[in-house]
T-cell receptor, first 117, second 117 residues
């Protein structure tokens, strides 16, 4: 099973709202990722968690706040977003590169389509 | 830093025919991984095939195969017996095996494949 789930599928929010995106995997993976993807562009890495600790923050504005409550869950808290933040937000997971596994392939969820008005 | 180049923004193929998508990359590393991901209009990124750089044998996965030329830094994807369901954006991606970079996927800009009935 290589399933990563994300909720909600679609989200519309105003610039003053606070909302959260949720990602879940049950593959025993210890690395989880958030990507932002604009239309017809490749995904851009935002955050990486490894063993529930933030490993990489790609200089993402503080209006995006990630959280990893446990090894299966990853949240992205959104506050005071701008219209240019409208995009597809993808979650991915993989066995941690430090686990000694060979390929450490990232498996993606279906994404949340976010629209900021 | 590594770069991945997909020189074909769009390609089209007739159903049941064969098509090859190009990907080149630039790296100074000797060990790394390469991936092809498919993203249909449903938007989920799906792993198509992966290749370990230390393996000389080209990876195959059913109708999908790669031509990995390490010296030329080329990693093309061949789709045989194309089906309507193969229509999607295809992304080539590189992953390092060293240091903090081994979490990151470097994507090409993508090739949009159309399959004509």
């Amino acid at each position: 099973d290589t399933e990563v789930t994300q909720t909600p599928k679609h989200l519309v929010m105003g610039m003053t709202n606070k909302k959260s995106l949720k990602c879940e995997q049950h593959m025993g993976h210890r690395a989880m990722y958030w990507y932002k993807q604009k239309a017809k562009k490749p995904p851009e890495l935002m955050f990486v968690y490894s063993y529930e600790k933030l490993s990489i923050n790609e200089s993402v504005p503080s209006r995006f706040s990630p959280e990893c409550p446990n090894s299966s869950l990853l949240n992205l808290h959104l506050h005071a977003l701008q219209p240019e933040d409208s995009a597809l937000y993808l979650c991915a997971s993989s066995q941690s590169p430090t686990s000694g596994t060979s390929t450490d392939t990232q498996y993606f969820g279906p994404g949340t389509r976010l629209t900021v008005l | 830093a590594q770069t991945v180049t997909q020189s074909q923004p769009e390609m089209s193929v007739q159903e049941a025919e064969t098509v090859t998508l190009s990907c080149t990359y630039d790296t100074s590393e000797s060990d790394y991984y390469l991936f092809w991901y498919k993203q249909p209009p449903s938007r989920q990124m799906i792993l198509v095939i992966r290749q370990e750089a230390y393996k000389q044998q080209n990876a195959t996965e059913n109708r999908f195969s790669v031509n990995f030329q390490k010296a030329a830094k080329s990693f093309s994807l061949k789709i045989s017996d194309s089906q309507l369901g193969d229509a999607a954006m295809y992304f080539c991606a590189y992953r390092s095996t060293s240091g903090g970079s081994n979490y990151k996927l470097t994507f090409g800009k993508g090739t949009l494949l159309t399959v004509n009935p």
